[in-house]
């Protein structure tokens, strides 16, 4: 059921607006950023910060610290700065307000319908996950991981705080 509400807008927009329309490509991005993204919002962040800038060119890099900068301001960073991202890219896309509010709600909707997916088919497992010593391990490096992603958002944001021009 939760797969069917998470994807089937996904499906409509593709039939409707095509592959490339900037709603489906904001929907394709989003759902595989809920699904692939492990550790919280700032593993999050890393990742979409450097997608929608230097792969999507959704946003400029200035943007993109406008949007991490307005997330740091209240609690719940991973919703202000996905919506901000969705609506700038929506606007930018189709050169109106509603193209923004559109991109900013299909960015939310593929954001979070996964997220609960995931919580009520896991939730009934948790328990059981970590009482196996492999598993928990597994988990272990995952945290370990985040903490290597968190850090790699800390230095993208650095390096574009304190240098006009990035380059790789």
Not at 43 to 65: D, H, R
Not at 119 to 127: D, H, S, V
Request: charged share 10%.
């Amino acid at each position: 059921l939760w797969a069917a509400i998470w994807l089937v807008p996904l499906a409509a927009l593709a039939l409707l607006l095509g592959p490339t329309h900037v709603l489906t490509e904001l929907g394709v991005f989003f759902s595989k950023l809920a699904i692939v993204t492990f550790g919280g919002a700032y593993a999050v962040l890393s990742y979409m910060a450097q997608a929608a800038v230097e792969q999507k060119g959704w946003l400029t890099a200035p943007e993109m610290m406008d949007g991490l900068a307005l997330a740091e301001t209240t609690p719940g960073p991973l919703i202000l700065v996905t919506e901000f991202v969705g609506y700038i890219a929506g606007a930018r896309a189709t050169g109106s307000v509603w193209g923004g509010i559109a991109g900013a709600v299909v960015t939310l909707w593929m954001t979070f319908a996964p997220c609960f997916l995931w919580i009520f088919a896991g939730a009934p497992y948790i328990e059981a996950i970590g009482q196996r010593p492999r598993l928990a391990g597994a988990l272990a490096a995952i945290t370990a991981a985040v903490v290597g992603v968190i850090l790699n958002l800390s230095i993208w944001f650095g390096l574009h705080v304190l240098f006009q021009k990035v380059e790789r």
